[in-house]
């Protein structure tokens, strides 16, 4: 019996993954558009080498990442030479600041905020209480389906508005680059359960030393390709059609068994067949976008930051990364922008606005010889409270299998969640294999 071909759609994490659990068991092609793989976890090809490197935005990873680490892991990604771990720390330089401690969950967290500067010991327990009462609601919206708004949450706990502003929000930004009136509690919530109420280990921070295109795409695209899995860049899909009579899928004029769909949702909304449901057309187009901006900063002095991830509570860039706390360049630093899309954002001089607050951390410095501005302005779907999951039983009827970070149930757009979800798209493939064969008219 000849094994199954299928094509993966699409080269970003979700892809990859999925291409990664398909090898061996059918034979795989990935098609991925752009001359790289990576999607919007890749290097940046840079004109001047101004930088050590430059990477699309700054990404990091958390403990609890473990499909993504042991993607990696699996290509043979030397994890200390190309990943900074260190404990979970919140350094509000203007505000409150913690670092778990070496316990066991949940005294690393209890210890760590009870130990933390910037609050007094009744306004630590009142984030304390808080965070336990989100667990409790947790639990029960788990098994209720229930969900709300972070916005809804904190008014109905009356939390204070020092911990809205020098906690949740800068905590929502980051986790769900979603606003409060609009963040679902639920994932806040799952991304929690797994992460930082888990266990010390699943709480640390993990961000790459370099560049994401040496140290995580190429490793990952040799594993691709030791598995025989035949990678074509540069090659753009215009369509997909039904095969005509029992299963299988046109892409554009290349028969396949099966196809995994890991682009980007308003890519897919194009690619899918015409008579594809309203409610999967509808589902789609509803999705809503937000940017994320990155600021490169290069000075001819040292930039000593006093945290790996440096916040500012009052400030319009949400966290400075200083590479030399990396084992990289200390003359370089990357700004982070969470909802760079929100009217209050708007027009804004980036570049300038970075200097300036930095400014406030290091007051010596000058001006800055090098700077680079990133704009991922449709970074992450917007993750939104009661937000219904993409419809994919008409899909996969018809041997069609949607992956990316924005199909994941449980979290936000995460690379956790991209590499999962392909995982996931592979394994409901196979299992959909021996389904009887059903005969559909090509379009």
């Known amino acids: 019996m000849n094994r199954r071909k299928v094509a993966v759609i699409g080269g970003g994490w979700a892809g990859m993954a999925a291409a990664e659990a398909l090898a061996g068991k059918t034979d795989v092609v ?28 700054q990404h990091m990873l958390l403990g609890a990442y473990h499909q993504c680490l042991g993607l990696l892991q699996r290509a043979g990604v030397d994890a200390q030479a190309v990943l900074h771990r260190e404990r979970m720390s919140w350094y509000q330089a203007d505000g409150f600041r913690f670092q778990a401690a070496r316990w066991r969950s949940p005294w690393h967290l209890l ?23 989100l667990q409790v609601w947790h639990r029960g919206a788990v098994e209720n389906g229930q969900d709300m708004t972070v916005a809804q949450w ?22 769900l680059n979603t606003a409060l009136r609009e963040a679902s509690l ?35 695209a040799g594993l691709l ?9 540069a090659r753009r899909v215009s369509a997909l059609s039904h095969a005509g009579e029992g299963h299988g899928v046109w892409v554009d004029d290349d028969y396949f068994d099966a196809v995994v769909l890991a682009v980007a949702p308003y890519h897919a909304s194009q690619l899918l067949p015409r008579n594809v449901p309203g409610d999967v057309s509808a589902a789609l187009s509803s999705l809503a976008y937000h940017a994320i901006t990155t600021v490169y900063l290069r000075y001819e002095q040292n930039v000593d930051l ?11 860039v ?23 899309d929100a009217p209050a954002h708007r027009d804004v001089d980036w570049a300038q606005v970075a200097h300036q607050e930095l400014l406030n951390l290091c007051p010596l410095l000058s001006h800055p010889v090098a700077v680079r501005v990133i704009t991922e302005k449709r970074a992450t779907v917007s993750c939104c409270a009661n937000r219904q999951p993409i419809p994919q039983a008409w899909l996969r009827q018809h041997d069609i299998y949607l992956a990316g970070d924005y ?19 592979a394994a409901a493939l196979l299992a959909d294999a021996g389904r009887p064969a059903m005969a559909f008219k090509r379009l």
């Open 225 to 233: 390709r030791r598995k025989k899995v035949v990678v074509e860049t």
């Open 407 to 425: 199909v994941h149930d449980r979290y936000p757009c995460t690379l956790e969640g991209a590499v999962q979800s392909g995982q996931l798209a």
């Open 154 to 175: 904190l008014e109905s706990e009356q939390v204070a508005q020092k911990w809205q502003q020098q906690f949740w929000q800068p905590l929502v930004w980051g986790a």
């Open 306 to 316: 006093p945290a790996t991830l440096t916040g500012l509570a009052h400030g319009k």
């Open 186 to 220: 639920l994932r806040l919530g799952n991304v929690l359960q797994d992460g930082v109420w888990s266990t010390r280990a699943n709480s640390d921070m993990v961000l790459p030393k370099t560049d994401l295109g040496q140290s995580w795409v190429e490793p990952v």
């Open 318 to 340: 949400q966290w400075f990364i200083g590479r030399g706390r990396l084992g990289g360049d200390n003359n370089e630093v990357t700004a982070v922008i969470s909802l760079a």
């Open 111 to 133: 210890v760590g905020i009870i130990k933390g500067r910037g609050a007094t010991v009744r306004e630590k327990w009142q984030l304390l209480k808080h965070m336990r009462r």
């Open 30 to 57: 990935l098609l991925e558009a752009g001359k790289v793989l990576g999607g919007r976890a890749r290097a940046v090809r840079q004109s001047h080498h101004d930088f050590s490197f430059i990477d699309n935005g």
